[in-house]
């Protein structure tokens, strides 16, 4: 299976910019990139997702290496309820491939931020 | 549309007993999952399926049945509960297996004594 590396923690204060990085080193040509974050008691969230080109939605941008073997999520101004456990998945586009398409969690990052 | 819904919040179970906990989703999704999610853990699939009367194992699938007679149901059965498997179950769904969003209920907090 393909996987990822995450830092298993980070620091960031309110209202700056956050960069969680990702490593997929593995990553196969069917491989989109998936990040859903997890606040506390509460089940994951979809945050973005993308295949090569750099993505932005209202919660975040997805910044993705040429050639691919890493990605970053960009919080373009943190706030106290970004505060959650933040999970990069590897995600087969038609349900193929060593994950068959199942969404695979590793341990995410937590991000903590300061007021 | 009231997404993923996940019954009931709490339980407490004694060792040997059975329950079912149940997850329904209104989105018409194909796909649907469970997974378990232990302290400082990230979560771990259960089981899934692709569609009404598919289902198949995940990651951790002993000690669990599942069934899927309907799109909208997908229940998680415990024959004999055991402590081990004290955790919070999430049940997701999305349209299909691969390239989509996924949706996930807030969780049953399960614990067997």
């Known amino acids: 299976d393909a996987k990822t590396t995450q830092p298993n923690s980070m620091e960031s204060n309110e209202e700056e910019p956050v960069h969680l990085p990702c490593n997929h080193s593995?990553?196969?040509?069917?491989?989109?990139i998936h990040w859903y974050r997890q606040l506390p008691s509460q089940g994951p969230e979809y945050v973005i997702h993308?295949?090569?080109?750099?993505v932005n939605n209202r919660m975040a941008s997805l910044a993705i290496a040429e050639d691919r073997k890493s990605s970053t999520l960009i919080l373009h101004r943190a706030t106290l309820r970004d505060a959650a456990v933040y999970y990069c998945i590897l995600r087969d586009a038609w349900g193929y491939g060593g994950s068959q398409g199942n969404l695979i969690f590793g341990k995410g990052t937590k991000l903590s931020v300061k007021p | 549309n009231a997404g993923v819904t996940q019954t009931p919040k709490f339980q407490v179970l004694k060792t040997g007993q059975s329950m079912t906990l149940q997850c329904a989703q209104d989105m018409n999704h194909e796909y649907m999952s469970w997974y378990r999610q232990d302290p400082g853990m990230g979560l771990r699939l259960i089981h899934y399926?692709?569609?009404?009367?598919?289902?198949d194992q995940g990651e951790v699938p002993n000690g669990y049945n599942v069934s899927r007679s309907t799109t909208e149901d997908f229940p998680l059965r415990l024959l004999s509960a055991a402590p081990s498997q004290t955790s919070v179950y999430f049940c997701?769904?999305?349209?299909?297996?691969?390239?989509?969003?996924?949706?996930f209920g807030q969780g049953t907090r399960l614990t067997v004594v």
């Open positions: 399926s692709v569609g009404a009367g598919i289902t």
């Open positions: 993308g295949l090569t080109s750099n």
């Open positions: 593995t990553i196969s040509g069917t491989d989109y």
């Open positions: 997701a769904s999305s349209y299909y297996r691969g390239n989509t969003e996924a949706f």
